[in-house]
């Protein structure tokens, strides 16, 4: 390269300079332009106001508790008193593939929120290519073939749709909501599953009790069957003696069909309670043994506000949230979409001169776009975002009002199931003193068979009752705690 040519190359390379100083600038302009991507979508305040008022529904306190001293709450589980069920929690957790499901379900609502933020930021590719021509002969100069090579390295290209209106930032923001919305539904599954476990293992401790009285029913039965088969063997009042060894047959037959009842409800809620834990359901599991106590009271005073921490009402005001910025997105789809392009590389007609400066070649440039007709597209799909929305909300109202509807229910069997157990208490005590009276008046012959029969038959549905109404009061307090959203 002469002299010259070395004179003429720095104007270019000024001109170069300064246009590359301008290709910056514009990006910085736009830059500073998708700032108005960060601000909030259309329809906020709205947003807003029908969350208060879904909100204002509640009343300051829970009306179905009656005033009792609180006590500090230790964790919900902590309240059952049992390290065994705290056991079957914790394993039940862990291992539900129901509940490995409903996290794969979170994982990808985050990698779709990673997709819709991509429009965000420009995109850059790197491409090369080689090509090797030859034109025919009769073209230009009769006889000669003329072959070409060109090589090109685009070592980078950028393409950037400019974020001007927000459109793509409320598409994020309504991916992100739907992630969040995940999120609680993976929270709501857990204490679902939390709390579905503890019912289902005190169930499982209450067929246990039940069978282990139906059973010993039996063996009482068993026995005075015998006492009176002898009395008739012996021709004592053999009328009456048979009367009686009939009745107390059938009583027995009674008392071994309840066994085998009870025995099916063992098996089955075993089984029920195995797959909770992510096992087989082989009927091998043991449960509790027993049914746990309660170590203490609801609290009283509670605030209803705390129900609005449930994780389902939270996934709930999420979804409506996405919604929102989904209808927002949809209204800025009608507005001029603003592109920017660009790009640098080499280009040369041989390849060991790619690598030249003189080989360089770069570009950079703009488009606006607006969509003038396309048959009310746009259009519908505001509408049908708006309506998206609307559904959701009243969606989320309803949901509120289940869960208002779940406490109050719940708060007020604890106040019934507590009145029942100390009725049932008072009765099973009062049935047994029953048998023993009426056993001691049969054994003088004060008394028939059938007044024995009754009285037994009475303790053992009392003491039965009582268990049930137990057991109850325990799946009544897990219930509390699943509507609740936790501990108080």
């Known amino acids: ?23 910056l600038g514009l990006i910085c302009v736009c830059l500073g332009a998708s700032g108005c991507a960060f601000f909030p979508p259309l329809g906020t305040r709205r947003l807003t106001n029908d969350i208060a008022g879904v909100h204002a529904k509640a009343p300051s306190k829970w009306t179905a508790l009656p005033r009792i001293e609180p006590d500090d709450a230790t964790g919900w589980l902590d309240e059952f008193g049992s390290a065994k069920l705290q056991t079957l929690v914790r394993q039940a957790v862990e291992n539900n593939p129901g509940l490995k ?12 929120m990673m997709q819709a933020g991509a429009g965000l930021f420009p995109a850059f590719t790197a491409s090369g290519a080689g090509s090797r021509s030859q034109s025919p002969g009769d073209q230009r100069f009769s006889g000669i073939n003329a072959i070409a090579n060109r090589f090109t390295g685009n070592w980078l290209s950028m393409s950037w749709e400019i974020d001007f209106w927000g459109r793509v930032a409320d598409s994020r923001r309504a991916a992100k909501a739907g992630s969040e919305a995940a999120e609680e539904d993976w929270h709501a599954a857990r204490l679902s599953l939390a709390a579905n476990t503890v019912q289902t293992a005190v169930t499982l401790a209450e067929a246990e009790t039940l069978l282990a009285l139906a059973q010993n029913n039996v063996a009482t039965r068993k026995t005075q069957l015998g006492i009176l088969e002898r009395q008739l063997d012996r021709g004592i009042d053999p009328d009456r003696a048979a009367l009686d060894v009939s009745l107390s047959r ?12 009870r025995s099916a409800t063992v098996d089955s809620t075993r089984r029920i309670l195995e797959t909770l834990l992510g096992n087989y359901p082989a009927s091998l599991e043991k449960g509790l043994g027993a049914l746990p106590s309660l170590q203490r009271r609801i609290p009283a005073g509670l605030p209803s506000e705390m129900l609005l921490r449930r994780p389902d009402l939270r996934a709930a005001e999420r979804r409506l949230a996405s919604a929102l910025a989904s209808e927002s997105a949809a209204k800025k789809a009608m507005l001029p979409s603003i592109r920017l392009t660009g790009g640098a590389g080499r280009t040369s007609q041989e390849i060991e001169t790619l690598i030249r400066p003189e080989t ?3 570009n950079i440039g703009t488009q606006v776009g607006q969509t003038l007709f396309q048959g009310g597209l746009l ?3 505001v509408d049908l975002q708006r309506g998206r929305y609307r559904e959701i909300l009243q969606t989320y109202a309803s949901s509120v009002l289940t869960a208002f509807r779940e406490v109050e229910t719940a708060l007020a069997a604890e106040q019934f199931l ?6 049932l208490e008072r009765a099973a005590d009062e049935a047994e003193r029953a048998e023993k009276l009426a056993l001691g008046q049969y054994e ?14 009475r303790a053992f549905d009392a003491r039965s009752s009582l268990t049930s109404v137990k057991a109850q009061r325990l ?10 959203g936790g501990e108080f």
Not at 104 to 110: G, L, M, S, T
């Open 444 to 457: 003088k012959g004060l008394s028939e068979v059938l007044t024995l029969l009754d009285a037994r038959q």
């Open 360 to 362: 360089a070649i770069w």
């Open 418 to 423: 507590l009145q029942q157990e100390a009725a």
């Open 250 to 261: 059938a009583d027995l037959a009674r008392a071994e069909a309840t066994v085998q009842q």
């Open 1 to 23: 390269m002469t002299a010259t040519d070395r004179r003429m190359t720095q104007p270019q390379k000024t001109f170069l300079s300064r246009r590359t100083r301008h290709g």
């Open 379 to 381: 259009k519908a799909g």
């Open 101 to 112: 499901a409903t996290g794969a379900r979170v994982e990808q609502a985050r990698a779709q």
């Open 475 to 484: 799946r009544n307090r897990a219930a509390l705690h699943l509507a609740l």
